[in-house]
């Protein structure tokens, strides 16, 4: 995994959202320049899919959730689209999930204003669904929480 550096990520705050408000509702979406090493966390009320590259798909998406009291981070990535053969789907997998620790942190470091407000949000789970058109690598895997990714900066 590389190392995270705070000045390769640029943030873009867009629909209304700050850097304090809304939690729910607020959606991630963290792309990059394989040229550059550069990374770009656009935070939202929706995924900001103009952001995309829709040939490449290996951005990490991600958004709060709530289930009854408990608060959640649902963060996805696209392993591979129709038509791709295995072995291609299974590196890229294998490279999500060698990469999500960067990702992670960028989004946390990224929006870092909102986790000084509500500092519980480090301590919510992180569950990465890894979509796929094979079934043995669609699935869903906690990732630990925020605050794992907290001391990466």
């Keep these: 995994m590389n190392k995270f550096n705070p000045e390769r990520l640029s943030v873009e705050y867009r629909d209304g959202v700050t850097a304090t408000d809304p939690v729910i509702s607020r959606h991630h979406t963290l792309t990059h320049s394989d040229d550059t090493g550069e990374l770009f966390l656009t935070i939202g ?42 072995n291609t789907a299974m590196r890229r997998y294998e490279v999500f999930e ?8 960028a989004i946390r470091y990224g929006d870092r204003f909102l986790f000084n407000v509500y500092p519980a949000l480090d301590n919510g789970l992180i569950i990465v669904n890894f ?12 990732f630990g929480t ?4 907290s001391n990466s900066f």
């Design 45 to 86: 009320t929706q995924f900001a899919w103009d952001k995309v590259n829709n040939d490449m798909r290996d951005e990490v998406i991600g958004e709060w959730k709530t289930n009854g009291h408990c608060i959640y981070y649902n963060a996805y990535v696209m392993v591979n689209k129709e038509g791709q053969d295995f």
């Design 98 to 105: 060698r990469e999500l620790p960067l990702a992670l942190t």
């Design 131 to 142: 979509i796929s058109t094979y079934p043995q690598l669609y699935k869903q895997e906690i």
């Design 146 to 149: 925020f605050s794992s990714f």
